[in-house]
């Protein structure tokens, strides 16, 4: 009979190992998916790795799209190291949106420098509030914030439709649920020319640099780790776990809310009823994948970037569904997990002591 | 593979096992004849844990051969271990927290098992041998000396040849630790062979029939401890002679630093023990003894007194006259109180976070270890390295993990951390639980040095021997109530036994129970 393991002493350089294994057998496995779907392997990998990326503009875009994932993903770690499952990111982006966005709605006659400081740290403020639901249900009546920041994604999404298709509306739009296109002074200012990479990368830069110093040198970032590996330690250290839990949800909130803002107001240039193919989501498998450290984070920001940018191209070039995007993201956290498995456990043959002759 | 014409049941001759950098066992030669009781006996890192580890099957040995009843084998797993009948109760226990006592003993067995009659069957082997258990508790309410009976249990209900037990008596109150000790000479009389793994070395001489000494990886004698006297038996297992802890003069007492005065606490937990109306004093210059047996309120007590819970009337505990009930660990911390707590994974210490990380979890604010806000690596390291040193923490370096420390090296880490925060008051749990006589005599000192110093020092023990060793003045805490305190000269070991009272008996679990409910 089998049976599983722990390993006595997992290998250390494993736990670095395992995402580029992961990679390796989603790209083996995804052959199998790209043959069954009629399509040469070689040639949809190509158009999935290297096709997007192979001009200065596709690398452009490539951090476009690694942006939002990255901030998202950087608040989320911080709660995952203190045992806070946030998995509602998607909705504190569309919150963050909403309410950096409703900044421009209601001041889009005003031209100041101001305005985009002031639309930021409104978006920052939206997805904080959305994160403080679960962090208030969590702290106060020990809800389980799985369920909690989930259901309030949905809530946040038909927020956003709501205003979108009522009071937002763009009035000289023809009616299309939109809303005004954003002026100069509410938009990203673009970092490369001729690109659509704009200031928004910069801010994820210095979220990753900034949880990076947090967790590394702060006496907060170290009451994170405490707690999230031994709870009693930090209660008897009289580290609050009340206090964690909030941080973290409002760090991965407000994070979350300026990669919303930032998308609003970056490449997509005005609210649109949909405004992200869940970064939020995706968001938990970049963390994972970056094995919750930020640069890590940040490498993996940009691989599952190009998986978005790679679903675009085979969706052009090969006509192959965008959901294979999905596929290929599920696939990368399927294997990813598995691997975590083999590394902390072991398959073993049951089998009792036998004499040796 | 002959000792005297007979077969032993297990021989180990020339295990040898290295580790990276260290060899843990090398040529260890050991032989139990079937119904004896064999002392295994040694300092930390002297590889006793290596070597039960490799009769348990958890480890392979690089080279030396196994005999079971004369037959060299293989021990691949601790199930091939347990299909030979050999049983373990290992000193870290390994129970699911949020599972039933019955349910973690069914986890333990192979296949299906039907619960209710389990139950039954745990009910009567643990009254069989005085281990009184109630199997639909769940194991996080739980005291350590209640987990300890559940593993005992564990390994009895499988019918073991050969029993490993790894300091089993350290939790146990001495008249327990005699019921155990005939259930352990009946088990012998009916064949059962034990490996007895202790530091405590009365203990051995009174139990145990051969003992097998190692230091340092090596194998050093083969004795029969009946033989030996204890002093002698310290000497082959340390290697140098052992001194005895000085014992402080009572006159020098000072004022009264810790005073608790009608300290009550509800448990939050509907199995915990509720603290009913405490009154003690420690004073400066004295060590302070609370005994009893696990599970009547010692847990609730430490939290009380560390401020992981916060009293709802803050006068009923007082620092040099202030109230400080409703103050948190932090805000206690910085008025010099220090504190060891019982659990030393994962509640004295962070298992997967490295001896700095670990330096700095309690003491970050008294020894400054924060500079504008950020941690100050440099100096952290230092002060890791300070006590890793001034306790002779036995590390191949600060940067590896608390949980890669042996049990008794942990506790000197520990323990060194919180003295060297130069602490008024320090409240230590179990100072040296499973820790062996070496470790434990070098604890023992410092506490002492340290009260002789001038500061307030109470202990909570179930170790008599510890108590009597160390404390001044000693109360018996039972069913969350303490008795009054006696001089340690005005009183001896058996009355406070019977202070302990009622909860020696095997009914005391029912008694508990009802006690938590009123």
Redesign the interface.
């Known amino acids: 009979m089998l049976r599983i393991e722990k390993r006595p002493e997992p290998a250390k350089s494993m736990v670095y190992l395992t995402p580029v294994l992961a990679l390796f057998l989603t790209v083996a496995s995804s052959t199998i998916l790209f043959s069954v779907l009629g399509v040469s392997p070689i040639e949809a990998l190509d158009n999935f790795f290297v096709e997007p990326v192979k001009d200065a503009y596709g690398v452009s875009e490539l951090l476009v799209k690694a942006t939002p994932l990255i901030l998202c993903a950087i608040g989320l770690s911080v709660g995952f190291r203190a045992n806070v499952w946030n998995i509602g990111a998607e909705g504190q982006l569309t919150m963050g949106a909403i309410f950096g966005g409703g900044v421009f709605i209601y001041l889009y006659d005003v031209d100041s420098v101001f305005l985009l400081p002031l639309m930021i740290v409104m978006g920052a403020v939206g997805g904080a509030l959305w994160g403080a639901i679960p962090a208030f249900f969590k702290t106060k009546f020990n809800a389980n914030e799985i369920l909690t920041s989930l259901m309030l994604v949905y809530v946040a999404l038909l927020l956003l439709s709501l205003l979108v298709h009522g009071p937002w509306r763009d009035p000289d739009g023809f009616n299309f649920p939109e809303s005004r296109t954003f002026s100069q002074s509410a938009t990203m200012p673009i970092l490369w020319e001729g690109t659509r990479l704009h200031f928004g990368w910069i801010l994820a830069l210095l979220a990753a640099l900034g949880a990076w110093l947090m967790l590394a040198k702060t006496l907060v970032g170290f009451q994170v780790k405490v707690i999230g590996a031994a709870p009693l330690a930090g209660s008897y250290a009289g580290f609050s776990q009340k206090k964690i839990i909030w941080f973290s949800l409002l760090l991965a909130g407000g994070l979350a809310g300026i990669a919303g803002v930032s998308e609003v107001s970056g490449p997509i240039g005005q609210i649109l009823p949909s405004i992200s193919p869940g970064y939020g989501f995706t968001a938990i498998i970049v963390a994972f994948l970056g094995r919750l450290h930020p640069v890590g984070i940040i490498l993996a920001g940009i691989l599952m970037a190009l998986t978005y940018l790679g679903g675009e191209t085979a969706q052009i070039n090969l006509g192959l569904p965008i959901a294979v995007t999905g596929v290929f993201q599920g696939m990368v956290l399927f294997f990813l997990l598995a691997c975590d498995v083999l590394v902390n456990y072991r398959f073993r043959f049951k089998s009792y002591g036998k004499a040796v002759s | 593979m002959d000792n005297n014409g007979i077969t032993p049941r297990l021989s180990l001759a020339g295990i040898t096992k290295a580790y990276p950098g260290v060899l843990a066992n090398d040529d260890i030669h050991l032989n139990i004849l079937s119904g004896e009781i064999h002392a295994l006996l040694g300092e930390n890192g002297a590889g006793k844990s290596t070597l039960v580890k490799i009769i348990y ?3 392979k040995a690089d080279s030396g051969t196994i005999s ?1 009843n004369g ?7 601790p ?3 347990r ?2 009948g050999i049983g373990m109760i290992f000193q870290h226990f390994s129970l699911f927290e949020a599972m039933t006592v019955t349910e973690n003993i069914a986890l333990g067995m192979p296949g299906r098992q039907n619960m209710a009659e389990l139950a039954k069957k745990i009910v009567d082997v643990s009254q069989k041998y005085g281990l009184p258990l109630q199997p639909d508790r769940h194991v996080h309410t739980l005291s350590v000396g209640e987990k300890q009976r559940i593993e005992i249990v564990r390994c009895l209900l499988q019918d073991p040849k050969l029993l490993i037990m790894d300091e089993p008596t350290s939790v146990l109150t001495p008249q327990e630790a005699e019921t155990m000790f005939k259930t352990l000479r009946r088990l012998a009389e009916e064949g059962v062979s034990i490996l007895y793994i202790s530091h405590k070395l009365d203990e051995i001489k009174a139990l145990c029939h051969k003992a097998t000494i190692l230091r340092g990886g090596r194998y050093i004698a083969e004795c029969d401890p009946t033989k030996e006297t204890a002093k002698s038996l310290a000497e082959m297992m340390i290697g140098t002679n052992l001194t005895a802890p000085r014992h402080m003069d009572n006159s020098d007492r000072g004022p009264v630093r810790l005073k608790a005065h009608n300290l009550s606490l509800e448990s939050t937990d509907q199995f915990g023990v509720n603290l009913n109306l405490l009154n003690f004093e420690v004073r400066t210059g004295e060590i302070f003894g609370i005994a009893g047996v696990a599970g009547n309120g010692q847990v609730e007590l430490l939290q009380a007194l ?3 819970k916060t009293l709802e009337n803050t006068d009923e505990l007082l620092l040099d006259g202030n109230p400080i009930g409703h103050l ?4 206690r ?1 910085k008025r010099k109180i220090a ?1 060891v ?1 019982e ?1 030393r994974l ?8 490295s001896l700095v ?1 670990n330096a ?3 003491a ?1 604010r008294t020894k400054n270890l ?1 500079s504008n ?3 100050n ?1 440099g100096k952290t390291r230092d002060f890791a390295e300070d006590i890793v040193a001034k306790f002779d923490v036995r590390t191949a370096g600060v940067d590896h993990t608390a949980g890669s420390l042996s049990g008794g090296n942990l506790q000197k880490f520990i323990v060194g951390r919180e003295m060297m925060q130069e602490p008024e008051l320090i409240i230590i749990a179990h100072p040296t639980w499973g820790v062996d006589a070496g470790a434990a005599s070098a604890i023992h000192q410092a506490i002492i040095d340290l009260a002789a110093n001038g500061a307030a020092v109470l202990v909570v023990s179930q170790d008599l021997d510890e108590l009597f060793a160390i404390s001044n003045r000693i109360a018996v805490i039972a069913e969350g109530r303490l008795s009054a305190s006696r001089d340690i000269n005005e009183i001896s070991i058996e009355e406070i036994g019977l202070l302990m009272g009622g909860t020696n008996s095997i009914d005391s679990a029912d008694n508990q129970g009802g006690a938590a409910h009123a």
């Open positions: 099957g958890v480890l079971w037959k060299p084998l293989e021990i691949a797993s199930q091939a271990a299909k030979l560390s401020g992981e948190g660990p932090v805000a911390r504190f707590p659990d994962g509640h004295g210490s962070v298992p997967d976070m990380d700095f979890l309690s970050y924060l806000g950020l941690i690596s």
